[in-house]
Structures are given as structure tokens and as C-alpha cells.
């Protein structure tokens, strides 16, 4: 069966800490990746990788295929990141499988 | 459009009433894809076209669940005689391959609630 695991649920956090949220999944993923949700909104493609890491900005994405892990870190980080970051796996079949998310809040 | 349009964005239906949820895809996106997001937890899969063809229905959890996607682009997910286990956030994506690895684009989703 194709899982996605998610932690932590909660994260809450000072602005300007280091954040990561990781993610493990079952064998066989062809990519992974990392979404945004804000309250009331739809969801932000961050990051799709299958090897090694992706920067944009303040975030940063790797993932080890060995391991069967990813994570998502935050650098600097600030309120207007604070949302729900859901990782996602696409294992060959069309669909992907999602995580069920980490709320992330960042206070100021 | 530039990105993928859903509509509308609230919707609140009486219980046993019948609705239609509608998105409309980045133009010449191949795939379209239909997710149920409950309150807290994950999108899980609703259902999948390519083009016109619903390739998979595995997701639809009851046959009041209906979706289409007559000509290729635009699609709707009907959903008869509504119950509250229906009410949650529906997402549509879409992607400009049949195979997922080149990325989904994702609407904003419409928030149903069945009363």
C-alpha cells in the first residue's frame, strides 16, 4: 500500500527558527512532493524532487531515496510562512498520496 | 486561465440535495485529477481523467459521486442527495501530462457544507 507520513502535526514557533518538517513514505516513489495550504485557501506547489535537494528562497527540500525520507526546512522563518505544509507522493499511478499535514504556525 | 479555476468557492446544500462543483483546468492540461479534503486531515483521491477519459473512479466513495469531463477540459463532480459525511474541502488539479511527475497545479478548492 502507498503511504505518506507526515510530523510533526503541530509546529508552532518564534520567528526567525529554523524550521523542518519531515515526511517518510513506502517503497516505490517515482517523486515526491511538498505543498503549501493557507487557511482557506487551495494549494501552493513548493517543491516536486526525486534526488537530493531543491532551494527556493527560504526553503530547502531534500530527500533520501534510501531512507525512504524527506524534509522540508525553513530558514528565517516568519509569520507570513505560517500555513499547512503537506507532503505528497506520486508512486507511478497518476494520483499522488498525501500526508495529512502539518500546521505550522510561526509567532512574531 | 493561468491557473486552475474552481467554482464556486462556498457551497451549503440541505441534506439530500444534489450539487455540482466545477473546475476549469490550465488550458491544454491533460490530466485532471478531483481530491476530498476533510476538515484536519490530507486530501485523499477522488477520482481521474486524461482528456476526456475517466481513466480511474477508484476514490468515489459512493455511486452519488459523479464526475465528467465531456471535452477535455473543463470537469464537474456531482454529488446526489448529499449527506454531512459529504461536507469537506474538494480540490481539483490539473497537469499537462498523463504522468504526474511533471507537476499538478491546484485550484482553491470548494468548501462544502451539507446541513
Known amino acids: 500500500k502507498n503511504e505518506v507520513e507526515q510530523s510533526p502535526q503541530n509546529l508552532t514557533a518564534q520567528e526567525g527558527e529554523f524550521i523542518t518538517i519531515n515526511c517518510s513514505y513506502s517503497v516505490g516513489i517515482s517523486a515526491l512532493h511538498w505543498l503549501q495550504q493557507h487557511p482557506g485557501g487551495g494549494i501552493v506547489s513548493l517543491f516536486m524532487l526525486s534526488s537530493g535537494k531543491k532551494k527556493h528562497g527560504r526553503l530547502i527540500a531534500t530527500i533520501n531515496i534510501q531512507e525512504k525520507h524527506s524534509s522540508l526546512h525553513i530558514t528565517a522563518s516568519h509569520p507570513r510562512d505560517s500555513a499547512v505544509y503537506i507532503c505528497a507522493g506520486y508512486f507511478g499511478n497518476e494520483k499522488l498520496t498525501f500526508g495529512t499535514g502539518t500546521r505550522l504556525t510561526i509567532i512574531p | 486561465g493561468a491557473g486552475v479555476s474552481q467554482s464556486p468557492r462556498y457551497k451549503v446544500a440541505k441534506r439530500g440535495q444534489d450539487v455540482a462543483l466545477r473546475c476549469d483546468p490550465i488550458?491544454?492540461?491533460?490530466?485532471l485529477f478531483w481530491y476530498q479534503q476533510a476538515l484536519g486531515q490530507g486530501p485523499e483521491f477522488l477520482t481521474y481523467f486524461q482528456n476526456e477519459a475517466q481513466l480511474d473512479k477508484s476514490g468515489l466513495p459512493s455511486d452519488r459521486f459523479f464526475a465528467e469531463r465531456p471535452e477535455g477540459s473543463v470537469s464537474t463532480l456531482k454529488i446526489q442527495r448529499t449527506q454531512q459525511e459529504d461536507s469537506a474541502v474538494y480540490l481539483c488539479?490539473?497537469?499537462?501530462?498523463?504522468?504526474?511527475?511533471?507537476?499538478?497545479?491546484f485550484g482553491s478548492g470548494t468548501r462544502l457544507t451539507v446541513v
Open positions: 488550458s491544454g492540461h491533460v490530466s
Open positions: 488539479a490539473s497537469s499537462p501530462a498523463p504522468q504526474g511527475n511533471y507537476g499538478y497545479t
